[in-house]
Structures are given as C-alpha cells and as structure tokens.
C-alpha cells in the first residue's frame, strides 16, 4: 500500500511539472525558441503574485486576475521586441540573450527582494488532504495543481486543433518559412505564442509559490525540471509534456522513497537514461 | 610567373609578439613589485581567460554549445580536496592529476551527450552537471552538502611563509592560462585547428572534404574538460574551500564565461581576451552597487548578440583586418626568400 502511495503522490507532484513545462513546451515546440529564462520567469510571475497580494489584499489565485494580463504583454513584447531577432542564426543566440534575461531577472529580483525566501499565503487548501479508501491520503492542493495542468493543456488543445490561430501555430511549428509565404505573420505569431506561453507560466509562478518557499536564485532548477518534462514527452506535444512531467514526478518519488536525499538526483538520471535511448524523447510530434 | 607563398604572420602579430614578450615579463614579476590585491586580481584574470579560451574552443569551434563545463570545474577541484584531504596526497600531485580526471569523467558524460545536438546537448550537458552536483551533496566523504575545506597542514605544503605561498599561486594561475592560451594557438595553427576552424565554418562541409568531425569533437571535448578541471583545481585551491553549490556553479563558471566569449568575439583566440577584461573592469567599477555589473553585463551580451554577433573582436577584424595571433593562411605574392609583405 506504501508503494501505491508513492506512486500517487509522485504523478501528483508531476502534475506540478508539467505546468512548470507549458510555457516552455509552447516556445520550444513553436518558435524552436530555448528559453533559459523560463524559470525565472516563473519566479518572476511568482513576485508579481507577491507584490500583488500585499497590496491588494487578494489571495494568491484571485491575483492572478492582474498577473496573467502582465504576464502576457511582457511574453508579447519579450518576443516582439527581443527574441524575435535572434530566432535565425542558429543555437547560441537565442541561447545568449535568453541566458542574458535569466541573469537580468535574477539579479534585478535580488537587487529589488533580497536575496529572503518568500512565499505566497492562500489559507486552508495549502495543508488540507482527502482520505482515499484503503488509507491513502491525497493532498488537495497537488489535485488542485494537477487538475489544473490537465485543464491548460486541454485548453491548448482546443487552441491548437479547433482554431485558425492554432492551426497558424501547428504551421509555424512544422515550417516556419513556407507558413510564411502562405501570409501568416510569423513575428506577430510568435509574439502572441509567448504571450500566451507566459499566461500559463504566471499561473504556474503564482501556484508554485503558494506550494514552496521561493528566492532569486530559485528560477534555473524550475527550467531544468520543466525542459526534462519537455524532452522526456517529445517535441511539440503537449500530452506528452504532461506525460514526461509524471515520469520525471514518479522517478523523484521513487528516488526519495529509497532515500529522501536522492529525490533530485533520480528524476535528473531517468531523465537521461531516457535521453540516451530515445534521443527526441518519447512521443515526439515535430522534429527539431 | 611569381611564387605564391602560404603566409601566417601580419604586421600586427608581429607588433603584438614584440609588446606581449615584456608586457608578460612584467606580469610574471608582479609579486615583486605589486601588492597582494592585485596578485588576487589578475590571477582570477587569469583563470577567466583559461576557461574563456576553452569554451571558445568548445563552442566558437567545434560547435559544442556546453552549458555545463561547470561540471569540470567542480570535479577538479573535488579532486584536488578528495586527494589531498582524505587521500593525503602532495598538493601538487593532486593539482596535476585533477585534469586527467576531469578529462577521464568526460568521457563517459561524451558518451551520453553526443547523442544529442543542438538544444538537447546544451540542456542534457548542464543536466550532467547537476548529476555531478546532486551526486557531491550525498557523498559523505565529500563533504555532503557542507563541502570540504583545505587544512593549514595542506597549504604548508606549497610554503609555509604566507607570501610565498600566495605568489606561488599567483605564478601557477599565471601559468595554466597562458599554456591554455599557448595549447589552443598551437592547435589552433595545426593541421586538427584547419580541421576546426572548418567545423566551426560549415560542419556539413568539412564532413564531405573529408574532416572526422566526430573524432575531432570528441578529442575536444575530452581536451577542454581535462584543462577545464586543472583550472578547477587551481581555483579551488585558492578559494581554500569547495562545495557543491560553489563547485558547480553554472552561473560563475559557465554563463559569465559565455558572456566574455561573446563579448569578445567567438570563433576568436582575441575575443575571450577582450572579453575578460570588459567583464573584470565592469565589475571592479561597480564593486559598490552589489549585483549590478551582472544585469549590466547581460544586457551587454544581448546588444552585442543582436547586433553585432562577432563580438568586439569580430568587428575590429572586418574594419581594420587585425590579426593578433596568426592562425589564418593567406596566400602572398613575394619572393621565396625575401619576407612577405604585408
């Protein structure tokens, strides 16, 4: 019963990742786009909740009528204004200029924060857990993450497959340059694609900073979870995001089962072991 | 009809040599004529510019975009402190065999990452990285998390009068930057640099003229993680203190030295230089303002990134058509015997 246990909670705790991977899912799968400030961003979204909540006195979710909005434009004009640029010469310049922002981020959130842990305050659900028969315990909180995540990529699907901004996005994503001759404006489509990839990373920053405490420096190991979930499930699927987010979730869990110190380390060596065998991942859609 | 003759060295590398010969007698001869603060200073120099050196080698050659030579930092120097502290071995001893693990732990790491390419090898090499840190944090003999500190009796080893000690380390960082400096030139000027500089060209093309590119890559990246974790070994044995956090550092190992490569100039011996001394002088300026020089240096590689992807190096060469250490060949009309004209 104890295994079953570990199991559930570390399909809950992928949940968790595969939000953390949306965004990034989205600008990798669309734009080809490497963001190495995807974690920062998310701790940025995290601080604007933060920032929100102290002065409004909404409560972590509720402020997330004002830093989804914010979020947004700043993924509309990261893009528009910066990123756009480096999307045609190859890895390292949108490498740069996106370890550029990440170190900008970190380093402006220290200057502004400190570099004292935070956390966001949302009450009762934090703590409180649903018995299941048979003496399992759920945490209500991880349902709630993972109800979410599955609701986003749902609703990306839709996006995707039942839309003409989707289906611009799919066309984009399989071939950027005859898209283009077809008349669609890869550089306003990009910018909204990040746009909305940002929507779901400030739903993710304000949920994860309810869940851990949070610093400056929390950002590049919340990327590197997120890349893991986007390479383990494959390129340009979302699913497959969510699926990699649970692989990534049940190794951590096992890890930490043997040994709690070990939770890291597992998800990093499956997440390898993965790699090596299926170098695209496991349920790739388009190529690289 | 007249000869044509293959020629390597310019006007200006010729200049260059005449200035860098006294310029680095007198860095040699700092300790005596220099304060300790300085000595600090340019030995970091020094090993920022190794390390710039290498992953312009890496990346700026052979197309290995690493984000993880953070790994051999901190191996090579949990090497230095592993040796000497519970394996009591001389300090030398293990300053000189913390590169050849370094490059020994390359290997297998090659052996997954060179299944990958382009994004996935950036990610899957820093991922590495955080294996290798993970991994220190559980080692108990390492340290754990805590990490290990350097004992008095092992820095008696070196010297046991402070000075003395403080310019051997000066001398020896001195050292390790200028044989990388000298390593990549000479390779760089070698039949395996022509192999390189054509990689870093068009890959696609030296593969059908005939150029290994894995072999060539791969004695790379084994070379650059071995020289990369000396670098670690002198570093840490000047820090007197390593832990996993410090040790593996993407931030102050990786990403400050991509910046100074791209500042600089990729794909140049110069750039790293030119590079190393923007950031140093940056953050010497600003040392008041806290992490200022950071966000300063950031948006700097962007601007430079965006607008001029060669780097400072990169323009100075299309404009004046420079060329410190000649490893280029031009074709000159002159006579055999005579010198080339520039």
Same mark, same amino acid.
């Given at each position: ?21 949306? *965004? ?31 002065? $409004? *006195? ?27 640029? $480096? ?39 934090? $703590? ?7 003496? =399992? ?98 390129? *340009?699927?979302?699913?497959?995001? =969510? ?5 990534? *979730? =049940? ?38 | 009809?007249?000869? &044509? ?12 040599? &005449? ?107 820093? &991922? ?126 990786? &990403? ?87």
């Amino acid at each position: 019963m104890n295994w079953i246990n570990i199991l559930i909670q570390g399909g809950l705790l992928g949940g968790f990742y595969a939000l953390f991977a949306i *965004g990034l899912s989205m600008s990798f799968g669309i734009m080809r786009l490497v963001n190495i400030a995807h974690g920062d961003l998310i701790v940025l979204a995290a601080y604007v909740a933060l920032v929100v909540t102290e002065n $409004t *006195g909404l409560d972590p979710f509720l402020s997330l009528i004002i830093v989804v909005p914010l979020m947004f434009v700043l993924g509309y004009a990261l893009q528009r204004g910066l990123l756009n640029f $480096t999307l045609s010469g190859g890895l390292l310049p949108p490498l740069l200029v996106t370890f550029g922002i990440s170190i900008i981020i970190q380093n402006g959130l220290l200057q502004a924060f400190g570099a004292y842990d935070h956390r966001l305050q949302e009450g009762a659900i934090e $703590t409180a857990s649903m018995q299941l028969p048979g003496g =399992l315990s759920v945490g209500l909180y991880p349902l709630l993450v993972f109800a979410v995540a599955v609701l986003a990529i749902a609703g990306l699907q839709l996006l995707f497959y039942r839309t003409r901004l989707g289906r611009a996005f799919r066309a984009v994503s399989d071939d950027a340059d005859t898209a283009e001759l077809m008349g669609i404006d890869n550089r306003k489509l990009f910018a909204l694609a990040l746009g909305i990839a940002m929507v779901f990373t400030a739903i993710a920053g304000a949920l994860f900073g309810v869940r851990t405490i949070f610093s400056p420096s929390a950002g590049p190991i919340r990327l590197i979870l997120a890349f893991e979930a986007v390479i383990i499930g494959g390129l *340009g699927n979302m699913w497959g995001t =969510l699926i990699g987010g649970v692989a990534l *979730g =049940l190794a951590q869990a096992l890890g930490a089962a043997v040994n709690p110190t070990w939770q890291i380390l597992a998800g990093h060596l499956a997440f390898l072991v993965i790699l090596i065998i299926r170098p695209s991942g496991l349920f790739p859609r388009t190529r690289d | 009809m007249e000869p &044509v003759r293959v020629v390597r060295q310019t006007r200006a590398s010729r200049v260059f040599a &005449v200035f860098a010969v006294p310029g680095l007698a007198a860095l040699v001869a700092l300790p005596w004529w220099g304060d300790a603060g300085w000595m600090r200073l340019i030995a970091e120099m020094a090993y920022y510019l190794a390390l710039a050196q290498l992953w312009n080698l890496l990346a700026g050659y052979a197309g290995l975009v690493s984000v993880g030579q953070q790994a051999f930092v901190g191996l090579g120097g949990y090497a230095l402190f592993y040796l000497t502290g519970p394996l009591n071995m001389n300090v030398y001893l293990g300053l000189l065999l913390a590169g050849p693990f370094a490059g020994l732990m390359a290997i297998p790491v090659s052996f997954a990452v060179f299944r990958l390419s382009g994004a996935y090898f950036a990610i899957g090499t820093w &991922v590495v990285s955080e294996v290798f840190s993970q991994s220190a944090s559980l080692i108990s003999v390492l340290g754990a998390g805590s990490g290990m500190s350097l004992t008095p009796a092992i820095l008696r080893q070196i010297s046991i009068d402070r000075d003395i000690r403080d310019t051997i380390l000066y001398l020896m960082s001195l050292a390790i930057s200028v044989f990388v400096s000298a390593i990549v030139y000479l390779l760089l000027r070698s039949r395996h640099g022509l192999a390189l500089t054509a990689i870093r060209d068009s890959e696609p093309a030296s593969a059908s003229l005939g150029v290994n590119t894995f072999r060539t890559k791969f004695i790379i990246y084994i070379a650059t993680a071995a020289c990369t974790g000396l670098i670690g070994g002198l570093i840490f044995l000047q820090k007197l203190r390593i832990s996993p956090e410090a040790g593996f550092n993407i931030n102050d190992w990786t &990403v400050v030295v991509i910046f100074m490569v791209v500042i600089g100039g990729i794909g140049t011996i110069e750039g790293p230089f030119i590079g190393m001394l923007i950031f140093i002088v940056l953050r010497e300026l600003l040392a008041d303002y806290g992490t200022y020089y950071l966000i300063l240096l950031g948006v700097i590689a962007i601007v430079v990134m965006l607008k001029a992807p060669s780097g400072i190096w990169g323009w100075v060469v299309q404009r004046y058509n420079l060329q410190l250490f000649p490893v280029s060949r031009r074709l000159a009309l002159a006579p055999a015997d005579g010198a080339a004209k520039p």
